[in-house]
């Protein structure tokens, strides 16, 4: 039976860990055959060491942007808030100290909102991370209509706002 059922959707498809072991890149292998990453950071002080992950909400993007290497694939897909919150406990199979889960991966998180809202829920809950407000950031290139409705709906969730560039003009033409 456990050949044929699984509890998970996803798997992991290959790790790759930097030299100094601040960072590991997990490949994970969506039901579908499809793949995303996701990245485990580690911040060390004296005192503590911080662990985040950067998870992935969509299969390439559809925002294009010139210097982004998802964006250069083209949009492929949606990710479910099962794939998204997976992520996050692969990563934490590996740090169970996680303390802090960013959308920065692959895709516009904003242009999966159902999915990401309800992941950030998954996030927040008790039963499942149990992160405190503010430990979970949505980073997005600027989908304004949903900027606010994200406040709104899961006010818990931080936002970050990828400008990469000092004026609208440059702005535009690189994205």
Do not use: W
């Amino acid at each position: 039976v456990e050949a044929t059922l699984s509890a998970r959707a996803c798997a992991v498809a290959s790790r790759h860990d930097s030299a100094d072991g601040s960072t590991t890149k997990l490949v994970v292998r969506l039901r579908d055959g499809r793949e995303v990453e996701t990245v485990v950071m580690r911040h060390g002080t004296l005192r503590s060491t911080r662990v985040s992950v950067c998870v992935s909400s969509q299969v390439g993007c559809a925002m294009a942007c010139s210097f982004c290497a998802t964006g250069t694939m083209g949009h492929s897909g949606d990710l479910t808030a099962g794939e998204i919150v997976e992520q996050a406990l692969f990563a934490k199979g590996l740090e169970p100290k996680l303390r802090n889960v960013v959308f920065m991966g692959m895709g516009e998180p904003l242009n999966n909102y159902r999915a990401v809202l309800d992941a950030c829920a998954a996030f927040f809950d008790d039963r499942l991370l149990a992160l405190r407000a503010g430990r979970v950031t949505v980073s997005t290139v600027g989908v304004a209509p949903r900027i606010e409705a994200l406040a709104a709906d899961e006010p818990r969730a931080s936002l970050a706002l990828s400008l990469h560039a000092p004026t609208q003009a440059q702005r535009v033409a690189i994205m």
